[in-house]
């Protein structure tokens, strides 16, 4: 699971959950894989992303130090940050682990890249 | 291409408009880019000869059941027992100049070079050929082989190249439809539509209308693509080997699906691949994504026939139309839908037309079914008060939905 699928994922279904992101992310395993970095996608998907919930994010997994806490004005001229926020974006993957909704805590497990969001009958 | 190609009633004037059809493309081009595919050493087209025979008129007494026992069998048999029918059959033989006779006969893939008996020895060289020739619709009055004998040996005439069925060095394809016929050069060995797949499922998609779906949706730098049902993955993994500035998410509920996803995704990025593609386990019907992150959806819903049923898919259209328009942006999302069952898409599309305008739709043959691509604008409205989750268990009255 890349960090900026998390950055979309939320436990809403969950009956009597009001926002349920963003989701804490345990991670276990962690692994990089290789992304040919592109400007304009990342300075274009910056608008859409939460940034608070990828600070939060970065830090679950690690990587907290390489982000500023609010997003600076001007990041599209900024090549270092975006260099930076497309690793963190799409090169970090977690393998293993679990997402855990912030207001049931209900945990999701992670097993081999790929994160179970599907809900228990009573849960809906 | 050439449209409105109306064959007559007349079987032989059906062969002399093919035979004739020959001169018609433009084969310098063809043949260029065939050479650069291929880096064939030399030039193909040397000299072009003039068709000056009405049509390749087909042998009376050659008819291709007679052929099989000719070629080998007939050598071997001792002359004195050898009836006389086929004693005379061996002397054409010789002649022909480059007759291939395969003795496998198919319906639609057989090409034979015949030799009329005034047409000249044509000097064989350049690239060996044959011609596979595809027909569609039932109104035809002639065959397959009939009508890839009469283009080969137009192009055998014009051109000289040798005819080899098998071994062969470019490959010409005749297409045959009810209103058009068009001649395409074959520039891949392997059919295209199984690359990219490694671990198969029940229902895969071909990669290439997979392609042409996520080309339908247009997509532009910076957006975000998901497919709810994808199954394979067959679809988001087109999408992101060619659209890579834009990030493309699919899930599947079914565990299996999954792990199918990751295995194809994972032997492309084994092999060096760039994919901004990420997978998840979830529900259609129960999305877990915020609101209005997602620009555009595309999917290949279930057919009813293979996975789930014609019951299943009247709630299952609705359930998953509504949770699409949640997570979709208002006014310049959009949706490419693939579906059979035109019943319940139709029906469905009307009660959530508040939220989903629908667009043009593309009839498409899917291995034999009709099916039809629905593209689908989003409208400005955020959500719909009066349309809500339904739930599949009638046990309680009416679950309210989540928005």
């Given at each position: 699971?890349?960090?900026?699928?998390?950055?979309?994922?939320?436990?809403?279904?969950?009956?009597?959950?009001?926002?349920?992101?963003?989701?804490?992310?345990?991670?276990?395993?962690?692994?990089?894989?290789?992304?040919?970095?592109?400007?304009?996608?990342?300075?274009?998907?910056?608008?859409?992303?939460?940034?608070?919930?990828?600070?939060?994010?970065?830090?679950?997994?690690?990587?907290?130090?390489?982000?500023?806490?609010?997003?600076?004005?001007?990041?599209?001229?900024?090549?270092?940050?975006?260099?930076?926020?497309?690793?963190?974006?799409?090169?970090?993957?977690?393998?293993?682990?679990?997402?855990?909704?912030?207001?049931?805590?209900?945990?999701?497990?992670?097993?081999?890249?790929?994160?179970?969001?599907?809900?228990?009958?009573?849960?809906? | 291409?050439?449209?409105?190609?109306?064959?007559?009633?007349?079987?032989?004037?059906?062969?002399?408009?093919?035979?004739?059809?020959?001169?018609?493309?433009?084969?310098?081009?063809?043949?260029?880019?065939?050479?650069?595919?291929?880096?064939?050493?030399?030039?193909?087209?040397?000299?072009?000869?003039?068709?000056?025979?009405?049509?390749?008129?087909?042998?009376?007494?050659?008819?291709?059941?007679?052929?099989?026992?000719?070629?080998?069998?007939?050598?071997?048999?001792?002359?004195?027992?050898?009836?006389?029918?086929?004693?005379?059959?061996?002397?054409?033989?010789?002649?022909?100049?480059?007759?291939?006779?395969?003795?496998?006969?198919?319906?639609?893939?057989?090409?034979?070079?015949?030799?009329?008996?005034?047409?000249?020895?044509?000097?064989?060289s350049g690239p060996k050929f044959r011609i596979s020739?595809?027909?569609?619709?039932?109104?035809?009055?002639?065959?397959?082989?009939?009508?890839?004998?009469?283009?080969?040996?137009?192009?055998?005439?014009?051109?000289?190249?040798?005819?080899?069925?098998?071994?062969?060095?470019?490959?010409?394809?005749?297409?045959?439809?009810?209103?058009?016929?068009?001649?395409?050069?074959?520039?891949?060995?392997?059919?295209?539509?199984?690359?990219?797949?490694?671990?198969?499922?029940?229902?895969?998609?071909?990669?290439?209308?997979?392609?042409?779906?996520?080309?339908?949706?247009?997509?532009?730098?910076?957006?975000?693509?998901?497919?709810?049902?994808?199954?394979?993955?067959?679809?988001?993994?087109?999408?992101?080997?060619?659209?890579?500035?834009?990030?493309?998410?699919?899930?599947?509920?079914?565990?299996?699906?999954?792990?199918?996803?990751?295995?194809?995704?994972?032997?492309?990025?084994?092999?060096?691949?760039?994919?901004?593609?990420?997978?998840?386990?979830?529900?259609?019907?129960?999305?877990?994504?915020?609101?209005?992150?997602?620009?555009?959806?595309?999917?290949?819903?279930?057919?009813?026939?293979?996975?789930?049923?014609?019951?299943?898919?009247?709630?299952?259209?609705?359930?998953?139309?509504?949770?699409?328009a949640r997570i979709t942006r208002t006014g310049t999302?959009?949706?490419?839908?693939?579906?059979?069952?035109?019943?319940?898409?139709?029906?469905?599309?009307?009660?959530?037309?508040?939220?989903?305008?629908?667009?043009?739709?593309?009839?498409?043959?899917?291995?034999?079914?009709?099916?039809?691509?629905?593209?689908?604008?989003?409208?400005?409205?955020?959500?719909?008060?009066?349309?809500?989750?339904?739930?599949?268990?009638?046990?309680?009255?009416?679950?309210?939905?989540?928005?």
């Amino acid at each position: 699971m890349k960090l900026i699928t998390h950055n979309m994922l939320t436990s809403k279904g969950i009956k009597n959950v009001k926002e349920g992101f963003p989701l804490k992310i345990q991670a276990d395993e962690v692994k990089n894989v290789d992304i040919d970095f592109d400007r304009e996608f990342i300075s274009r998907m910056i608008p859409k992303l939460d940034w608070n919930a990828l600070t939060f994010a970065a830090q679950c997994v690690g990587h907290q130090e390489d982000l500023p806490d609010t997003l600076p004005e001007g990041y599209e001229n900024d090549d270092d940050l975006l260099k930076k926020l497309h690793h963190i974006l799409l090169e970090v993957e977690v393998i293993n682990g679990c997402l855990e909704c912030p207001e049931t805590q209900r945990k999701f497990p992670i097993s081999n890249g790929i994160p179970n969001m599907l809900l228990n009958e009573d849960e809906v | 291409m050439v449209t409105n190609f109306s064959f007559p009633d007349n079987r032989e004037q059906c062969f002399q408009q093919l035979y004739k059809f020959a001169e018609k493309p433009d084969w310098r081009k063809g043949m260029s880019v065939w050479k650069n595919v291929f880096s064939f050493p030399e030039e193909p087209i040397q000299e072009v000869k003039a068709l000056n025979n009405d049509y390749c008129k087909p042998r009376p007494d050659i008819d291709l059941k007679r052929m099989k026992l000719t070629s080998q069998i007939i050598d071997n048999i001792p002359e004195g027992i050898l009836p006389q029918h086929l004693k005379k059959k061996r002397q054409p033989e010789e002649e022909q100049t480059n007759a291939e006779i395969n003795s496998a006969v198919t319906d639609t893939t057989v090409e034979s070079e015949e030799d009329s008996s005034e047409k000249q020895r044509v000097q064989a060289s350049g690239p060996k050929f044959r011609i596979s020739c595809n027909r569609t619709g039932t109104n035809h009055n002639f065959g397959s082989s009939e009508a890839a004998r009469q283009f080969g040996g137009a192009v055998n005439e014009m051109f000289g190249w040798p005819v080899d069925l098998s071994c062969f060095e470019l490959e010409i394809l005749l297409y045959i439809d009810t209103e058009f016929v068009y001649v395409g050069v074959c520039l891949t060995r392997e059919p295209l539509f199984k690359r990219n797949l490694t671990n198969f499922g029940r229902t895969n998609l071909r990669s290439t209308i997979c392609y042409n779906m996520v080309r339908l949706a247009a997509p532009q730098p910076g957006e975000v693509i998901v497919d709810p049902l994808c199954g394979g993955a067959t679809i988001p993994m087109e999408g992101s080997l060619t659209y890579s500035k834009v990030l493309h998410l699919g899930g599947d509920n079914f565990g299996q699906a999954v792990k199918r996803s990751r295995d194809n995704i994972d032997y492309l990025v084994k092999k060096g691949k760039s994919m901004p593609i990420d997978v998840a386990q979830w529900d259609a019907a129960r999305l877990p994504l915020r609101n209005q992150c997602v620009d555009i959806i595309v999917s290949d819903l279930p057919f009813g026939k293979r996975i789930g049923s014609k019951g299943d898919n009247r709630v299952l259209y609705y359930n998953s139309l509504l949770e699409m328009a949640r997570i979709t942006r208002t006014g310049t999302g959009r949706a490419v839908l693939l579906t059979h069952d035109r019943n319940s898409m139709m029906r469905n599309i009307k009660r959530v037309h508040t939220l989903w305008k629908s667009a043009t739709s593309r009839t498409i043959n899917i291995g034999g079914l009709s099916a039809v691509i629905y593209i689908l604008h989003r409208t400005a409205l955020l959500f719909d008060p009066n349309l809500k989750i339904a739930s599949k268990t009638h046990k309680k009255p009416s679950e309210p939905g989540e928005f």
